[in-house]
């Protein structure tokens, strides 16, 4: 009786081991993951602050993570932009594009942004003509982001006002399906960016819709691995 429980207890010695090993090295993966996200993308330190910011807590648009390196990695140095919803995104896309027309309702964060804000920004403050406002402009955009309320009529707006060439930026295209359905049904190519992003602790999409006509130039120097890449 004393050597079949001495086999037993042996057994699950050895399972128990087996299991503890193999629960470490899990472990041990998940936190070189989490340090990835945590310290390469900047999320911590974005999450401590709750500021959209990268690794070098530089401004970036509070963008799904593979949606702000896609759009890093484009030349849109000649493009006109609209963004209705002022903030980082203004300060990234400032650097990025020819001349940025932005369009915030909230009086508050307009007067914040405001602060802050480069010299190629047209930043305007609107209410009740939040939606309308960027007809005012009069111009053709060969970007559009739709990031602050009203956000379906805006997407009517977008593609009234949309150039030939461009492309619209939506972000939480998730909780807009039907947003998403209007620039499908329109002719429009639709390019997901699901993932985690800053100050969230959960992940969401931020997708582009292209025309089909659209020109997209890369910059020229492009990154030859991603952020946390490596073997």
């Not at 042996?10 to 503890?20: A, H, N, T």
């Not at 959209?52 to 849109?76: C, H, M, R």
């Not at 379906?152 to 060439?165: F, G, I, Q, T, V």
Request: glycine residues 6%; hydrophobic residues 35%.
């Amino acid at each position: 009786m004393n050597f079949i429980k001495k086999v037993i207890k042996e057994i699950f010695d050895s399972v128990g081991f087996k299991i503890e090993k193999k629960s470490s090295k899990n472990n041990l993966n998940l936190t070189k993951a989490s340090k990835v996200l945590e310290y390469e993308y900047g999320h911590l330190e974005s999450k401590k602050t709750k500021t959209s910011i990268g690794v070098n807590k530089e401004p970036v648009p509070w963008f799904t993570y593979p949606a702000i390196e896609y759009l890093s990695q484009l030349d849109l140095s000649d493009l006109i932009m609209l963004e209705w919803g002022a903030g980082n995104s203004s300060i990234f896309f400032s650097k990025k594009v020819k001349k940025l027309f932005s369009i915030e309702h909230n009086k508050e964060w307009y007067d914040l942004v405001k602060t802050n804000k480069p010299i190629n920004n047209e930043l305007i403050y609107a209410d009740e003509d939040y939606v309308k406002k960027a007809e005012e402009f009069q111009k053709r955009f060969d970007v559009i982001l739709i990031d602050g309320i009203k956000r379906e009529d805006c997407a009517k707006a977008a593609l009234r006002l949309l150039s030939k060439n461009g492309f619209i930026i939506l972000d939480n295209c998730d909780r807009h399906p039907e947003i998403a359905d209007m620039f499908r049904e329109t002719g429009f190519i639709e390019v997901d960016f699901h993932g985690f992003g800053p100050i969230n602790e959960y992940t969401w999409t931020t997708s582009l819709f292209l025309r089909r006509s659209v020109e997209l130039k890369p910059l020229s120097f492009q990154p030859k691995i991603p952020i946390g890449g490596g073997y």
